[in-house]
């Protein structure tokens, strides 16, 4: 057998072994700050530990299976922020929905769940959320693996044009944008994206987070989050030299039929960290969604070197 035959057959084991359910999953809460907090976990304490930051609209129930498949041999939390999932989900009038508030919820939650090192697994608003924690707190970063998770220019689709005159006046756009980021096409079309397999996607991905945005209240909350979303786009340079000064093992997975954020978005990684694995994948914006085995693979090989 030569070396590619080897590699391939290596390959082969690693994704036998993480397609199997392989972990239980436990759902729990803790108070923050009065906002209850739900979140899931996996696996022991005393393993490397991912916390796993979700995307829009979704929660932490994007990383289940994920969780279920890893949680054999590493530590896997993932909570849900304020105003998603089964977290509380008090009004803007109540709560200060920002991705800078997020960051200190989540925080806050590491701390009362007593995880004190961690990788970063961020998808989508968990990349504003996820980098915000690591310029604050850089010393509880172990490495870095962004699914979809933009923090570069180039890596904004064309929708992103429709967000901008929200953000340059609130009150002409807000009835328009809050409209369509509610509605089912688009919410559908946020799973779909480009990927001419269809067929392949479990309507319930779309199903249930359209009854989740459409919950009494989640419209005011949604909004405050699009019209912050601009302080993400500020924030990109500050991220990306956080990135290049600290050189940590860093994994980039992404789908390559995300309308979102384009694969420009992940080849962008390396300007800033040369040694990081780029993994593009023939899916989503949310890649879990059909490609659920490659990503657990993906993470496993990543996850390695923090078990030695």
Known sequence: MN???IAAAAALAITASTSAIAAPVVYRHVTIDGVNIAYREAG???????LLLHGVPSSSRMYDGLMRKLGD???LIAPDYPGFGNSDAPSPAEFVYT???LSEVMHKFTDAVGVRRYVLFMQDYGAPVGMRMAVRRPDAIQGTIF???N???EGLGALWAARKPFWSDRAAHEEKVRAAHLSLA???NRHLGSDPDVEAYDPDLWMDEYAYLNRPGQAAIQSELIYDYRHNLAAYPQWQQWLAA???PTLVVWGRHDLAFTVAGAQAFKRDVPQARIAILDAGHFAMDTRLDEVATLTDQYMRAFKR
């Open 186 to 188: 688009v919410t559908k």
């Open 246 to 248: 600290h050189q940590l």
């Open 99 to 101: 991705f800078e508030h």
């Open 44 to 50: 022991s304490p005393d393993k490397p530990t991912l």
């Open 151 to 153: 923090v570069y220019e």
């Open 3 to 5: 070396a590619q035959q």
């Open 73 to 75: 041999r590493y530590h």
């Open 147 to 149: 699914q979809n998770g």
